[in-house]
């Protein structure tokens, strides 16, 4: 059985800070590419893991 980690949304937010800091991008400039259409294989998992965080957070 897997570990359960808890998250606090201190954390999440940091989390998804860090990805696009990664990516070099704003949210914005990330959606953006995503109704384009015209994600990198590195961008496609950063949405992933960002929008199961928008999840967690209740940004959906």
Do not use: H, Y
């Amino acid at each position: 059985m897997a570990p359960v980690q808890e998250m606090t949304r201190d954390s999440l937010v940091a989390r998804r800070a860090d990805i696009l800091a990664r990516l070099q991008m704003t949210r914005d400039e990330l959606a953006a590419k995503i109704a384009a259409s015209s994600l990198s294989s590195d961008e496609w998992d950063a949405k992933d893991e960002i929008e199961g965080i928008e999840f967690l957070l209740g940004e959906e």
